[in-house]
């Protein structure tokens, strides 16, 4: 039994005096030898023992203000413990909401990992389809008989027996053409490319095919907006790759490039460009290797160069109205609307000289000169858009209707016009870009967030 200070204890008359005795003994035997036993009475007159040892390592008892001392420091240790533990709290409830955040965005992931898988599992099996009915009609060519064979000089197609005049056989003859028509094209003395002698792979638009999805904008950003492929691709690109401008907004200079096919399908650009000045709308198309665009409210048309990332022509059209003075029936400043065919560059504007209608301009790649201009009877903002094959112009009737047409063509050859009725599908019900590329002989589009194409059939001219 250890004291480390001297105590003084008092019992009552409750406690025998033989039973005090003792205990002072005891804490005399255990080296307290300075141990004091006393008998009085209290103020009350009850009868007290008291009895006091010595501590035998304390000089002194501590002060009260020492105790005080004391006691405020553990009052500040039990303070800052209570407010680290509170902060130990919330860092916990913030893992917990931040985990949980993870797990949402986990499954959000996973969905779109789906969503991805399905759409690649169902354009592989309409390429599947696709492959097969071409194999079809392969087989079901006719077979050249003994009577008819004849000798065919190297490098040439011998001309099929078929009846040439029926228009199924043209479409079929156009779908299945392997020559590009860039290689057979002669240049005429007007300055654009005119078909010559046999088949050229060109002819007139006779049918536009279902739209097939490729890519879905992930914001709103992307509601409207122009992609492309370079039907004269030059290197370090080939015909995989691929372009994408999201144009919703006020400031659009992102150019988002994508190396594959596939890469662009599952939202991967391999490279982003930012171009010196913001373009204007959906009018801007790859051409030899330079993106071509309208400049932000201006008429000016700029060639930027994807490799080198440098503007290499500037060019304003003459009169074109811009920002909002002709635009195709949608709006989104839609004024100048670049194009490309197999003749090459082509720009498609109003003046108000034309009164509103439309303008064509066949450019100079390289430098955007104006080589000839052609003036249309179709008034521009009563069309949804316009694209040109084959040198000539083509416009749809509506950017909303499921149930639109191509409704006129414009031959730049003749300068004759004339209405159609070919049924044109805008799938998503707001279609603000549709472009020709003659290379891959399909119509890119957007619409309403979603980025498709149109296979097409032509008919001889």
């Known amino acids: 039994m250890r004291f480390f200070c001297a105590r003084c204890c008092s019992f009552g008359p409750e406690m025998p005096a033989v039973q005090l005795l003792l205990l002072a003994c005891l804490v005399w035997d255990v080296g307290a030898r300075t141990a004091q036993l006393r008998k009085a009475n209290d103020q009350s007159g009850r009868c007290q023992y008291t009895f006091s040892v010595a501590s035998p390592n304390e000089s002194s008892c501590p002060e009260q203000s020492q105790a005080m001392s004391v006691i405020h420091n553990l009052q500040r240790d039990s303070s800052t413990l209570r407010r680290e533990r509170d902060q130990l ?12 955040n993870l ?30 009915e071409v194999a079809r009609l392969r087989r079901g060519q006719c077979p050249q008989t003994r009577d008819t064979a004849r000798a065919v000089p190297p490098g040439s197609r011998e001309v099929s027996t078929w009846n040439l005049d029926t228009l199924a056989f043209q479409e079929l003859k156009s779908e299945l053409t392997e020559v590009p028509a860039s290689r057979i094209l002669k240049e005429s003395p007007s300055g654009y490319l005119r078909s010559g002698e046999g088949d050229t792979g060109c002819g007139e638009l006779v049918w536009v095919g279902e739209p097939l999805t490729l890519r879905t904008a992930e914001t709103i950003t992307g509601k409207y907006g ?33 190396d594959l096919i596939s890469q662009f399908m599952q939202g991967y650009p391999s490279k982003v460009h930012i171009l010196p000045r913001p373009l204007e709308s959906t009018g801007a198309v790859v051409y030899s290797g330079s993106l071509y665009f309208q400049g932000a409210e201006s008429r000016t048309v700029i060639r930027y160069e994807l490799n080198t990332e440098t503007v290499k022509a500037e060019k304003e059209i003459p009169g074109a109205g811009y920002h909002g003075q002709f635009p195709y029936s949608w709006g989104g400043y839609t004024d100048i609307d670049l ?13 108000d000289e034309a009164k509103g209608a439309i303008v064509l301009s066949k450019l100079n790649p390289e430098n955007l000169e104006l080589e000839q201009t052609w003036e249309t009877n179709i008034r521009k903002q009563s069309v949804a858009n316009a694209f040109i094959i084959c040198g000539t112009l083509y416009t749809v009737s509506s950017y909303t209707s499921a149930d639109a047409t191509v409704n006129f063509a414009y031959d730049t050859g003749t300068g004759i016009s004339k209405t159609l009725t070919i ?17 891959e002989k399909k119509l890119f589009a957007w619409d309403n967030l979603n980025m498709v194409t149109y296979d097409i059939k032509l008919s001889k001219m």
């Open 89 to 100: 709290e919330t860092q916990t409830r913030e893992l917990e909401t931040a985990y949980s």
């Open 339 to 351: 194009a490309v065919d197999e003749a090459g560059l082509w720009v498609i504007y109003s003046t």
């Open 423 to 439: 049924p044109f599908k805008n799938r998503y019900k707001y279609s603000s870009m549709i472009d020709y590329n003659p290379l």
């Open 103 to 132: 797990l949402r965005d986990k499954s959000v992931l996973e969905e779109e990992k789906k969503r991805l898988r399905q759409e690649n599992e169902n354009l592989a099996r309409r390429l599947e389809s696709s492959s097969q």
């Open 226 to 258: 122009v992609w492309m492929r370079d039907p004269k691709p030059t290197y370090p690109y080939t015909q995989e790759t691929t372009w994408r401008i999201d144009t919703v907004g006020t400031d659009v200079r992102q150019v988002f490039e994508y």
